[in-house]
């Protein structure tokens, strides 16, 4: 499936932001732009990054595969990714990712059976003032977070499936 026209449209504008001749300098914009559109990024979505950025193809999949956020198989309609490192750690990421996994009844790098929620461990967030951390679509980020705050996320983000799928 070839880019759409909208990802091509943002990928051009990305471009721009760079010298001629210097496209592949978007790889990471084209990567996430491709991404938000499909979920995650295929064998085919990277090789069609490729040839639009006129890069080789190896060259895109080391890019994605290096950074965490990118995803190389399917994933939920939300990635929940907790922090794990020391000071999220030291703080409660331990008791918050069992919660999850309880609660989810999935393991680390699993997704629900019906597809809403996958869920990653992760590395620093920047935020260890505020441990432990769950980021949301690597967007929504929730600061310590405690099992009541993660029933709440859980319910928050059930009822916006249930709306986008009910306007979408």
């Known amino acids: 499936m070839p880019l759409s026209t909208t990802a091509s449209q943002k990928i051009d504008k990305a471009i721009a932001k760079y010298p001629a001749g210097r496209q592949q300098s978007a790889v990471m914009a084209a990567l996430t732009i491709v991404q938000e559109e499909r979920g995650w990024l295929s ?5 069609e990054v490729a040839d639009y950025l006129e890069m080789s193809p190896v060259a895109v ?34 008791e ?3 919660y ?3 609660t989810l009844k999935i393991g ?18 920047g935020a260890c ?18 099992p009541p705050q993660i029933d709440t996320l859980l319910a928050q983000l059930r009822v916006e499936a249930a709306q986008e799928e009910r306007h979408g």
């Open 108 to 125: 680390w790098n699993e997704t629900t059976q019906d597809n809403m929620f996958t869920l990653l461990q992760g590395e620093c967030m």
């Open 129 to 146: 003032q505020e441990a432990p951390v769950l980021l949301a679509n690597h967007q929504r980020m929730c600061c310590k977070i405690t």
């Open 96 to 98: 918050a990712g069992r």
């Open 100 to 102: 999850l996994q309880e």
């Open 43 to 47: 064998p085919e979505a990277l090789r």
């Open 61 to 94: 999949y080391e890019v994605a595969s290096f950074y965490s956020m990118y995803h190389l198989k399917p994933v939920g309609r939300y990635v929940l990714t907790l922090c794990t490192n020391l000071p999220c750690a030291l703080q409660g990421a331990g």
